[in-house]
């Protein structure tokens, strides 16, 4: 089996020591980038599976690179930058961005949303090739081609943006949505007076499909930004309730 291949994108030689030798210790391949145009060529010459993004290069932001690799590519990026306004959380994650880790970090944490998001690029390599209509995560299974869903075997009456709405984080699995992606690909908009009602439709379905909706297993929320939908075992612990 390969081994997964990780672009690190990091200015700071400490940060790049640091990060590069954790992921040696893993038994991950690295390459690495110092700026933004070795960034981008790193990235569509050799194609790694997961691309760990500092925003604040020397040439470029990475805001930009996040834009330009998603113009070619799905491939997950995780940001680990020393920004911390939700603002600028919102904007890479708007931009493509798949994770955001801010500075400073532990190594624990930062290989935990790196399975994360190998995890997703084997789920997506899974369903490409068997090209799925039916999705299964823990005990929740979604029927896409029946429009049907179903809890412990038992099916789930959903309104038609409850499922419209599952469906969107189910397909994005691993994957931080913000509220105006949401908004846009729900009801084709991004006005930030909607959220309320984002969140009262969340909330709603987090009913049916949660086994305790006070501890969502499924749908965790990530204050001020967003959503995910996590694997059944990612959410065992420290997924977070509505807001």
Same mark, same amino acid.
């Given at each position: 089996m390969n081994k997964p291949q990780i672009l690190v994108v990091e200015d700071d030689m400490a940060v790049s020591n640091l990060i590069s030798t954790t992921l040696e210790t893993q038994s991950y391949q690295?390459?690495?980038?110092?700026?933004? +145009?070795?960034?981008?060529?790193e990235a569509a +010459?050799?194609?790694?599976?997961?691309?760990?993004?500092?925003?604040?290069?020397?040439?470029?932001?990475?805001?930009?690179?996040?834009?330009? /690799?998603? +113009?070619?590519?799905?491939?997950?990026?995780? /940001? /680990?930058?020393?920004r911390s306004e939700d603002r600028d959380? /919102?904007?890479?994650?708007?931009?493509?961005?798949?994770?955001y880790l801010t500075k400073p970090f532990s190594v624990d944490e930062l290989l935990a949303r790196l399975r994360v998001a190998l995890r997703r690029v084997h789920y997506d390599n899974e369903k490409q090739n068997a090209e799925q209509s039916v999705y299964e995560n823990g005990a929740l299974k979604i029927d896409y081609a029946a429009g049907c869903v179903y809890r412990d075997g038992k099916e789930l009456h959903l309104t038609p943006i409850e499922y419209r709405l599952l469906c969107l984080l189910s397909r994005n699995t691993g994957k931080v949505l913000t509220h105006n992606y949401i908004l846009r690909e729900v009801w084709g908009n991004t006005l930030s007076s909607d959220t309320p009602s984002l969140r009262v439709f969340m909330a709603t379905l987090r009913k049916k499909i949660?086994?305790?909706? +006070?501890?969502?297993?499924y749908i965790q929320t990530h204050v001020g930004i967003g959503y995910r939908m996590l694997r059944q075992q990612e959410g065992e612990n420290g997924a977070k309730g509505e807001e």
């Open positions: 690295y390459h690495t980038a110092k700026n933004g +145009s070795e960034a981008i060529l +010459s050799y194609r790694p599976d997961v691309i760990l993004l500092d925003l604040g290069l020397p040439d470029m932001d990475g805001v930009d690179i996040i834009r330009k /690799v998603r +113009s070619w590519s799905s491939m997950p990026i995780i /940001v /680990v930058s020393a959380k /919102v904007e890479a994650l708007d931009a493509g961005a798949d994770d949660e086994p305790v909706p +006070s501890e969502p297993r």
